[in-house]
Structure formats: C-alpha cells, structure tokens
C-alpha cells in the first residue's frame, strides 16, 4: 500500500519536479521531509510553490540533501506572491483510498477519569502514527461523547470525531464488512485482511475489571448488520508480548499492511521491555532445569538464553536478570550446565525431574546471586 510520501513524489515527478525546498525552518527536522510536507498540503496549510531564485536548503525526491531548489513548500498565503505547483487540491484528488482505523469508544463509560485520559493520550499517539504512514484523517473516534471532546487535547479538526454507534459510521459510508483487531479472536490478522475498509480497534485500556470487553464490540457490530473479521495478533503464537495499548496494535497494523513486515517482526518493532518480560516470565520456566544439591531445590536456566530471547523480545540483560530473580531461577553457562549434568544423577521426586547432586556443589551454581 503506498504512503502519503510515495503519492507526493509521483505527483511532483509527473511535473518534471526533482527536487523542492522550503521557504521557512519547517520540516528542516523532521525525519520523513515529503510526507511531513504532503500532510500540510493535503490539510490545505500549504502548497509547492515555483520560486523565482533558489531556496537554501532543499531534498531530492528520496529526502537526501541537494543545493537549493526553485520548487518550495510555502504557506498557503504566498498564492498571490509566487506561482502555485501543486496546491492541495490537486494532491487530494490523486489519494488512494485508505482504510479508516476507527478506535470504538463503546466501553468510555467503564474507564476512570485516569483511565479516560490514558485512552486520549492514546488516540494522539495514533494520530501521530497514522500521519507517518497517510494523512491523519483515516482515525475515526466512534460513540465519542462531550467529555471524550473535552478531554482530547490532540488535532480533533483532522481526525474524524463521531458521537454516534460505529455501524452508524460505517454504513453511511457504505461499508459493510470489517476488521475488528480481537485479542480473544481465534484467527491471526493476515494479509487477506488488509482490503477491508475499516480496521477496529478496542477504546479499551485495561483495568482492573473486566478484561474481555473487545469481543462485544464485535457483537454490536453484527447486530446492526456489519460482517465482522475479528482477527488476533500474535508472537510466536501466543498473544502474551503482544504490546496491547492501541497505538501500538496500529503501529503493528501499519507495519505489516504499509511495509510489509511479518507479525513477529512488526511485534517486535513496537514492543517496550515491559511487555518483552511478561513474556519472558512465561518462557523462561519451561527452559529450566530442576537441581537438588545436598538437599537444596535450585531451577537453573542456560544463560546463552539471554541472547536467543533477545533475537525476538526487545530485552537488555537487565530485563532478563529482573525476570530471573523474581521467578527465583538461577542462569549458568551451557558448559557449566553440561557439567553438572555429568557430576549428577537424574531422578524423579514428586512427579518431576530432578538432577541430583550429593557432593557439596552449591558454590558452583552462586552464580548469578
Ligand atoms: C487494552 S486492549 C483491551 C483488551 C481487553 N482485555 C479486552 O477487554 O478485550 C485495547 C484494544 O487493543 C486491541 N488489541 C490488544 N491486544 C490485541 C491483540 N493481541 N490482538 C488483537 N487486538 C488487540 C483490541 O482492539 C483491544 O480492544
């Protein structure tokens, strides 16, 4: 799926356009020049302007820097001042149609005040993604109340705020079937879904509470007559790692649909150490190997694990010591662990395997302590 930048630079290419500037300090920043640019244009702020003597600093078509250019982005008050290249209109009328991430607010009424403003702060962050990739304007915020407005403090005039029911937004733009991104779903996002017009995701941040309150959404959506593809997200086939706030299960959406990445790799782009240890904590347990030495229960892991695990959860080694003391597991050498397996004797005790060791070894495992 091409990006907003990817539409630009056709469009500036079709002019015979090689490269633009700009007229003011903007965007010398920022990372992605042309879709930054692109996303002002296509909000009617500004346009490509020719400009009669070349601007100081300018971007070839793939963002690296070149001399000056006679093409710059300026605000749209410079109309009578220079001659218009591409005006917003021209951009607007050349843009794919984008699916709408439509973030349902059914459940606003269950969050705290605390947790209200967590699911605001989210929605801003979605924005911010969604504007790298398109414009900003495919974030539709259903079932949106007063107090949702009034406590938003993101750009409410280029996101698409709805007070009414999601399946109210969706038919009156003819669309009949979506994608509602469920973590109780039995079947994996894939690329077959990514046609759909709207992709749905859970207002939800979790409390306390009740946690499965996604799949409701769904029924709501069936009743009023919306064919519903509820699709789960996955690492390595479990959804434990899976970062759950909503900004980042669209960051993952975008990363597979916009740029191709597989599941995992998308997980792993978006994923925090936070949520790289919760799954280590459901790992790590089923590496470990049981010792009793002189008497003494140990649960010993390889400590090679650190660099397998940090190949797909984004952990440091000091997430990984973290995880090892709070599950009382001890890491040693695969050299070490192959020794103790020589020097031991392997038994089972209470239904479990155990290694034992009657010499006085303990001081080989302080390992880690
Ligand atoms: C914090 S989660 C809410 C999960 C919550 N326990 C519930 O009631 O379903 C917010 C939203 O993110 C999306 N989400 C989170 N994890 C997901 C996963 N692993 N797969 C698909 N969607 C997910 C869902 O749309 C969900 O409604």
Not at 67 to 80: E, K, N, V
Not at 241 to 260: A, C, Q, S, Y
Not at 294 to 305: N, Q, S
């Amino acid at each position: 799926m091409k990006t907003l930048a990817e539409v630009f630079k056709e469009v500036l290419r079709e002019k015979g356009i090689e490269s633009v500037g700009t007229l003011s300090k903007r965007f010398r920043k920022s990372k992605n020049k042309l879709q930054d640019m692109a996303v002002e244009i296509v909000h009617g702020k500004g346009a490509i302007f020719k400009v009669p003597e070349k601007t100081a600093v300018a971007w070839d078509l793939e963002g690296r820097r070149v001399d000056g250019s006679h093409y710059a982005y300026a605000p749209l008050c410079m109309r009578d001042k220079f001659e218009m290249a591409v005006s917003p209109e021209e951009l607007r009328a050349k843009l794919p149609e984008w699916p709408y991430f439509i973030i349902d607010l059914y459940h606003w009424n269950r969050h705290t005040q605390k947790e209200k403003g967590k699911i605001c702060l989210q929605i801003t962050q979605s924005y911010g993604l969604l504007r790298d990739y398109f414009t900003g304007s495919e974030l539709a915020v259903t079932w949106a109340s007063e107090e949702f407005r009034r406590m938003f403090h993101g750009p409410l005039n280029r996101i698409t705020v709805y007070g009414g029911s999601t399946a109210e937004f969706l038919k009156e733009r003819g669309i009949d079937e979506v994608v509602l991104l469920d973590p109780w779903a039995d079947e994996l996002l894939s690329e077959k879904d990514f046609h759909v017009r709207a992709f749905v995701i859970g207002g939800i941040v979790d409390t306390g509470g009740e946690k499965k309150l996604t799949p409701r959404i769904g029924e709501e959506l069936e009743k009023a007559g919306i064919n519903v593809r509820r699709r789960k997200i996955t690492l390595r086939g479990d959804i434990v790692g899976v970062p759950d706030r909503i900004n980042r299960i669209m960051g993952i959406i975008l990363k597979m649909m916009v740029e191709g990445k597989s599941m995992d790799e998308a997980v792993y782009e978006m994923q925090e150490p936070l949520h790289a240890r919760w799954r280590l904590r459901k790992e790590l347990p089923k590496r470990a190997i049981r010792y009793r030495v002189d008497g003494r229960d140990y649960r010993v892991v390889e400590k090679e694990l650190f660099e397998y695990y940090s190949n797909w959860l984004k952990i440091r080694w000091e997430d990984f010591v973290k995880v090892l003391r709070e599950l009382d597991l001890i890491a040693l050498e695969r050299r070490r662990i192959h020794h103790l397996n020589k020097i031991s004797t392997a038994r089972l005790i209470r239904g479990k395997l155990y290694r034992v060791l009657l010499l006085k070894k303990a001081a080989m495992l302080c390992y880690n302590c």
